[in-house]
C-alpha cells in the first residue's frame, strides 16, 4: 500500500501498527529524529486548513525532514487551469511523499494514479479524510484502551462531515461497537454508508434527533460543525447550523468515563466551558494527528526505525 485514500485500505492490524510505531514516537522521540533526513513532503492544500496542514509539516519536521507546498489554490497553478494530474506529475519531481486536500471528493485518488510517489488523501470534499480517522483512533485507544464493545455518538453533520464517513467506516470492523446517529433530517449519513458499511458489517445502530435523550448511553461523543462549505443555499446553512450545542449542563447526563471528540474547526457546538472537563479530547486529538502522521509518513516511505 503506497497510499492512503481510503481508510479502509488500512487493516485493523495495520491500524494496531501505525498505533504501536505512535506510542512509540510519544515515548522515544529522539529515536525518530533522522528518520526522514533528506526526504520532502509536499503539502499540496486546494483548500483551508490548519490542524491537518501544519500537523504534517510538524511531523516531517519532527522526522527529519523538509515541506514545501501550497495552502491554497489560487497561489498554485490550479488556478491557470492546471488538472490535478499535471500537477501532482510535477510534484513528484520535487517531493518524496504527497498529501493533498481538495474540495472534489476522489481528487487524491486521481492524483495518486498520477503520481509517481505515494499520496495522502488530507480531506476530499464531503467524502474522506483517514487522516483524521487515524488521530481519533489513537485518541479514542489512549483514552479507553479499546475499540470493542464501544457506542459511539457521532452527533451533528453527518452528511457532509467526512471525519465522520472515514471514523464509520474504521470503527465497523471492531466487535460490538454500536452506533448513535444524532442529526437532524436534512443531515443524516449517506444512504451509502448505511447500507454498504454500518449494514453490511452487521453493526447495530439508530439514527435519531435528540441528543439529549442519547447522551446517557454513550461511550463517546463525537461531535462535528455543519459544514457551511458544502452548502448550496446559506439560508438553509443558517436554520441548521446551531441544532445541536454541547453544553455542561447536557454533559450532566453522559457517564463519567464518556470521551467528548471533535475533529474541530469548531463554531458553537460545544460551548468552551465544556474545555474543561475532564472527558473533553478534542484538543488531545489534535496533538494525536501529528504522531499518526509521523507514523504513517514512516510507514509509506517505507522507513524502518
Ligand atoms: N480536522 C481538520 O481537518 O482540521 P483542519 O480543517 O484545520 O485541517
Do not use: W
Amino acid at each position: 500500500m503506497n497510499n492512503l485514500i481510503d481508510i479502509m485500505q488500512l487493516s485493523t492490524e495495520e491500524i494496531q501498527q501505525l498505533i504501536d510505531t505512535a506510542l512509540d514516537i510519544i515515548d522515544k522521540p529522539d529515536k525518530y529524529a533522522d528518520s526522514c533526513k533528506r526526504k520532502k513532503l509536499a503539502t499540496l492544500f486546494f483548500e483551508p486548513s490548519t490542524r491537518t496542514r501544519l500537523s504534517f509539516e510538524a511531523a516531517m519536521y519532527e522526522l527529519g525532514g523538509n515541506v514545501l507546498g501550497f495552502s491554497e489554490a489560487k497561489s498554485s497553478s490550479a488556478s491557470k487551469g492546471e488538472s490535478v494530474s499535471d500537477t501532482v506529475r510535477a510534484v513528484s519531481c520535487y517531493a518524496d511523499i504527497i498529501a493533498m486536500r481538495h474540495p472534489k471528493e476522489g481528487a487524491p485518488l486521481v492524483a495518486s494514479r498520477a503520481a509517481s510517489v505515494p499520496v495522502i488523501n488530507a480531506g476530499d470534499g464531503g467524502h474522506y479524510h483517514p487522516t483524521q480517522t487515524l488521530a481519533d483512533l489513537l485518541t479514542i485507544y489512549r483514552e479507553k484502551g479499546t475499540f470493542n464493545n464501544l457506542t459511539v455518538g457521532l452527533c451533528g453533520d453527518l452528511q457532509f462531515g467526512r471525519t465522520v464517513h472515514s471514523l464509520i467506516s474504521a470503527m465497523s470492523r471492531y466487535k460490538g461497537v454500536k452506533f448513535v446517529l444524532i442529526s437532524p433530517e436534512e443531515l443524516k449519513v449517506p444512504r451509502y454508508i448505511i447500507t454498504d458499511v454500518i449494514e453490511a458489517n452487521g453493526i447495530e445502530y439508530k439514527e435519531v434527533t435528540s441528543l439529549e435523550d442519547s447522551i446517557p448511553e454513550l461511550d463517546v461523543l463525537y461531535m462535528t460543525r455543519v459544514q457551511k462549505e458544502r452548502f448550496v443555499n446559506e439560508a438553509e446553512y443558517q436554520r441548521l447550523k446551531d441544532t445541536y450545542i454541547l453544553d455542561t449542563d447536557k454533559l450532566r447526563d453522559a457517564r463519567a468515563d464518556m470521551i467528548v471528540m471533535h475533529p474541530l474547526p469548531r463554531v458553537n457546538e460545544i460551548s468552551v466551558s465544556v474545555d474543561d472537563d475532564p472527558r473533553a479530547c478534542y484538543f488531545k486529538q489534535v496533538l494525536n494527528g501529528k504522531y499518526m502522521r509521523m507514523a504513517l509518513i514512516l510507514k509509506l516511505l517505507e522507513v524502518t526505525v
